[in-house]
């Protein structure tokens, strides 16, 4: 099977990127962008990929959820002991990237991941529906199982188990906070020549260097 995907085309006209229009502080953009996104009611906006090297060397993306970001950086949840977890653990560089078509935008950030505290990833595991809890306890998140019944027999026992009692967090499910030191930002323009924003991280001090990158 051969499928020509050479005539797909999309003209990105909607809105443009200058300099004197961006603030000194990429969250500031990053936060006015995701507002914007968020606005769109059929859009996923705290959808993102999230790609890992694992101790092969191989890269991996998968799409993850954002649950909270601030001027540290960008915070997900996850299984450590999944394929993420693991890459992470072994390989602390990471890459975030947030595609919004109806915008005609994407941000890709680079940074360093590293776990949450206890009690950040228990207070968001306190916010989870019971179902999403009893989840979390249930996937030994990337395990090869036989089929779907073990996952609803697991449930079903877990369910019995914590029956009218909170449901703790398992020791080995929580968050990880990306701290970024680059933040690219990319608006899609006419005849290809988009505009692309990147900072990069200057110092602890919370100081970003931004520059134009051609298309």
């Not at 959820?65 to 072994?90: C, M, P, Q, R």
């Not at 994407?106 to 950040?120: F, H, L, N, P, R």
């Amino acid at each position: 099977m051969n499928r020509d995907l050479s005539d797909y085309r999309k003209t990105y006209s909607k809105d443009f990127l200058i300099e004197s229009n961006v603030p000194i502080k990429p969250i500031q953009l990053f936060d006015k962008w995701f507002e914007q996104a968020d606005a769109l009611n059929d859009l996923e906006a705290n959808a993102m990929t999230l790609s890992t090297i694992d101790k092969d060397g191989f890269i991996k993306g998968r799409v993850v959820l954002l649950k909270s970001f601030d001027e540290n950086g960008f915070v997900f949840y996850t299984n450590y002991n999944s394929e993420k977890g693991k890459a992470i653990i072994h390989h602390h560089k990471v890459s975030l990237s947030f595609f919004w078509p109806p915008l005609e935008r994407q941000v890709i950030i680079q940074g360093i991941a590293e776990k949450t505290s206890d009690e950040v990833s228990d207070s968001y595991f306190n916010t989870r529906p019971r179902e999403s809890q009893l989840g979390a306890h249930a996937s030994e998140q990337s395990a090869i199982i036989s089929d779907r019944s073990v996952l609803d027999n697991k449930l079903k026992e877990l369910k019995n188990k914590f029956e009218d009692v909170d449901i703790p967090r398992p020791k080995n499910w929580g968050g990880f906070l990306v701290k970024p030191i680059s933040i690219e930002f990319w608006q899609g323009r006419p005849s290809r020549l988009h505009d692309r924003i990147r900072f990069s991280k200057v110092d602890s001090e919370g100081d970003w260097d931004m520059v134009r990158l051609s298309p």
